[in-house]
């Protein structure tokens, strides 16, 4: 069983680890204590692959945690899979064992467990990276989720039941879940998705995050979500609709043959075409048109979900798709693939994989993970953990996990953290401004000396004409926002604020 069966010294009391207390076991590293107000969370993949040299693969570090296998309870393969890929998100982890979360449960959050699922979740990861003596694995090499399973079932039975379900599924259960469970949002403001008649710019896109923002915050939004702009054309006035939407992960096609990610990625941004029922209804024909959709990268999160939809299901048949989609290990780039340029460069890693082996109906699944800790792959297949070499193109993958490797830290998503933004722009472009103002001064004050002579009067105050001017130049360069109450709605809506640029 690998790493797992390492024995203890002879000359080392084994007494001494058993009498260790509970609290004791599953205190986290310093290193990984977060403070509930963070600004952002250490990208420790990317600092440890740069401050030393990755070990030989048949060295075991005494070190090294979160190997801990999970047991099956009958078809929760699929749930064991995807707990360890999570469990390996270095940031996650380092949240949950930092305990954060204790203080950022939204018990009256409607969409919520009201913090069962967090708590369940929380406490299982704590064990799964609790810190144990090597000379205690033989005993607690293998946990059992049975309370975790339990909780589950009790929000989403379908998952509790002991039939075979789809690992893509239960993740975005489960994120849902934390996401809602951990949202720093306590009232959540009234707020409309604008639909864009042109294609819109940067500020649309940063006004329209702010709104989701103002309703969802929370460490999922932190690492895992993104924006897309997805757009809409009649076939038939050729008028379109644009609006923008988060992202939590990618679901790419597969294609029919051997092919490399980035060319799911593509088919996935291709045009599609809709006909029929499935058209849009277009506002401005006022009826359902045949009509294009169109997907685009906007921006990119620090931690990507790419789902290579093998499943293919329709009204003459059911399949599984087999093909190998060859995979980066390393700086899998987005840079010609987005439709804006990004603040961080847009390239990932590779830290986790989960594979499904078998057919459409019978099937098993098994993760592969970096850990954090020695930056070893390990195979996590149930129970059983052991070593492997670098999991290179693996032909039944179908979920690989990317953590953004151009940062050194993943930052908190607030509107705070817009608004500075914003203000600084305002203040560079009311510098340019300024500065464009006092050479038109200066080009005035030139004119009125050459003009001296006739005017008799060298402090010609400016006309009314070129005040206005002054001030509308200002006005088009720079964007003053106050806050409005929005108009009055239903009773059954909380009170509501909506931005609105200034008259």
């Known amino acids: 069983m690998g790493i797992c069966q390492t024995k203890p010294k002879v000359n080392e009391p084994q007494t001494?680890?058993?009498?260790?207390?509970?609290?004791?076991?599953?205190?986290?590293?310093?290193?990984?204590?977060?403070?509930?107000?963070?600004?952002?969370?250490?990208?420790?993949?990317?600092?440890?692959?740069?401050?030393?040299?990755?070990?030989?693969?048949?060295?075991?570090?005494?070190?090294?945690?979160?190997?801990?296998?999970?047991?099956?309870?009958?078809?929760?393969?699929?749930?064991?899979?995807?707990?360890?890929?999570?469990?390996?998100?270095?940031?996650?982890?380092?949240?949950?064992?930092?305990?954060?979360?204790?203080?950022?449960?939204?018990?009256?959050?409607?969409?919520?467990?009201?913090?069962?699922?967090?708590k369940s979740f929380a406490q299982l990861i704590r064990l799964l990276w609790q810190k144990v003596d090597q000379y205690q694995y033989d005993d607690m090499k293998v946990l059992k989720p049975t309370q975790f399973i339990s909780t589950?079932?009790?929000?989403?039975?379908?998952?509790?039941?002991?039939?075979?379900?789809?690992?893509?599924?239960?993740?975005?259960?489960?994120?849902?879940?934390?996401?809602?469970?951990?949202?720093?949002?306590?009232?959540?403001?009234?707020?409309?998705?604008?639909?864009?008649?042109?294609?819109?710019?940067?500020?649309?896109?940063?006004?329209?995050?702010?709104?989701?923002?103002?309703?969802?915050?929370?460490?999922?939004?932190?690492?895992?979500?993104?924006?897309?702009?997805?757009?809409?054309?009649?076939?038939?006035?050729?008028?379109?609709?644009?609006?923008?939407?988060?992202?939590?992960?990618?679901?790419?096609?597969?294609?029919?043959?051997?092919?490399?990610?980035?060319?799911?990625?593509?088919?996935?941004l291709k045009k599609e075409t809709l006909k029929g029922e499935e058209g849009w209804n277009c506002t401005n024909c006022k009826s359902r048109r045949d009509s294009n959709k169109k997907i685009d990268l906007w921006t990119m999160p620090n931690i990507l979900i790419i789902h290579l939809k093998r499943f293919k299901f329709n009204s003459q048949f059911r399949a599984k798709i087999r093909s190998l989609v060859k995979y980066p290990i390393q700086n899998l780039s987005f840079e010609n693939l987005v439709c804006t340029k990004q603040i961080e460069k847009p390239t990932y890693d590779l830290y986790g994989i989960i594979n499904h082996s078998g057919t459409l109906t019978s099937g098993h699944y098994t993760a592969y993970a970096k850990n954090r800790d020695d930056l070893h792959w390990y195979h996590y297949n149930d129970s059983l953990v052991t070593p492997v070499q670098q999991p290179e193109n693996l032909s039944d993958a179908y979920l690989l996990f990317y953590f953004k490797n151009s940062v050194e830290e993943f930052k908190r998503q607030t509107l705070e953290g817009i608004n500075v933004s914003q203000k600084r722009k305002t203040i560079k472009n009311t510098i340019v401004i300024k500065q464009t103002i006092l050479n038109m001064q200066s080009q005035q004050s030139n004119s009125n000396i050459s003009d001296n002579k006739r005017n008799n009067n060298n402090n010609i105050a400016p006309s009314i004409s070129s005040q206005a001017q002054k001030k509308m130049l200002f006005r088009k360069q720079t964007k003053h926002f106050q806050i409005v109450k929005a108009q009055e709605q239903p009773s059954f809506q909380q009170e509501s604020y909506v931005i609105q640029e200034e008259n």
Not at 76 to 101: E, G, K, V
């Open 152 to 268: 589950i079932g009790n929000y989403n039975p379908i998952f509790a039941e002991g039939t075979q379900e789809d690992a893509h599924e239960f993740i975005a259960f489960l994120l849902d879940m934390i996401h809602e469970d951990l949202n720093r949002i306590k009232k959540k403001p009234y707020v409309e998705q604008a639909k864009f008649i042109k294609f819109p710019t940067n500020e649309d896109a940063e006004q329209e995050w702010k709104k989701y923002l103002s309703r969802n915050q929370s460490i999922i939004v932190d690492l895992f979500q993104g924006q897309v702009l997805d757009t809409l054309s009649c076939l038939t006035c050729k008028s379109s609709r644009y609006c923008f939407e988060p992202f939590m992960y990618l679901s790419v096609p597969v294609l029919n043959r051997e092919c490399d990610l980035l060319e799911c990625i593509e088919e996935y």
């Open 16 to 118: 001494k680890m058993k009498k260790m207390n509970t609290e004791q076991r599953l205190m986290p590293k310093p290193s990984r204590i977060l403070d509930v107000n963070y600004k952002q969370i250490p990208n420790k993949f990317r600092r440890q692959a740069t401050q030393r040299r990755v070990q030989q693969i048949n060295q075991f570090d005494t070190d090294t945690q979160g190997l801990f296998g999970l047991t099956n309870l009958g078809n929760t393969c699929f749930l064991n899979s995807s707990i360890q890929a999570l469990s390996n998100t270095q940031p996650l982890t380092d949240y949950f064992m930092s305990q954060l979360h204790i203080k950022e449960i939204n018990p009256e959050n409607p969409l919520s467990s009201q913090g069962n699922i967090v």
